[in-house]
């Protein structure tokens, strides 16, 4: 029997966010507080407003990118971190269109039809 809560893999994501967006991390630690919705919320509009802007190094995007592919495979077992996924970071990469045509290289395929489904 699986005994591993939806939050446990958000917590690894989230370890996994705070080493490789010490900054983006704490400022927005700071500013939400525990609340993982607005975390994630925050990321995705920092990530896409980074990639419009050209402001971060190919190195920082994709390890972006690899912060919602964590996010999407425990999308595909855990409802609360699909939804996390879907009305937070991806509608920031969904309306951004140079974000959304690097997600099309970058994001896995589970991810990109979580990006799909939101452009319908």
Same mark, same amino acid.
């Given at each position: 029997m699986d005994n591993i809560r939806p939050e446990q893999p958000l917590e690894r994501i989230s370890d996994y966010l705070r080493r490789n967006f010490p900054d983006f991390f704490a400022e927005a630690r700071f500013h939400v507080g525990d =609340? =993982?919705?607005f975390l994630y919320a925050r990321?995705? @509009?920092y990530l896409a407003r980074a990639i419009e802007q050209e402001r971060a190094p190919r190195g920082k995007i994709n390890r972006g990118f690899t912060v919602l592919n964590k996010l999407a495979r425990a999308a595909a077992k855990y409802p609360r971190i699909r939804q996390l996924l879907l009305s937070g970071p991806l509608e920031h990469i969904v309306d951004?269109? /140079? @974000? %959304? @045509?690097? @997600? %099309? /290289?970058r994001l896995s395929p589970v991810a990109q039809g979580y990006l799909e489904g939101l452009r319908e």
């Open positions: =609340d =993982d919705y990321f995705g @509009a951004a269109p /140079k @974000a %959304r @045509a690097l @997600a %099309r /290289k």
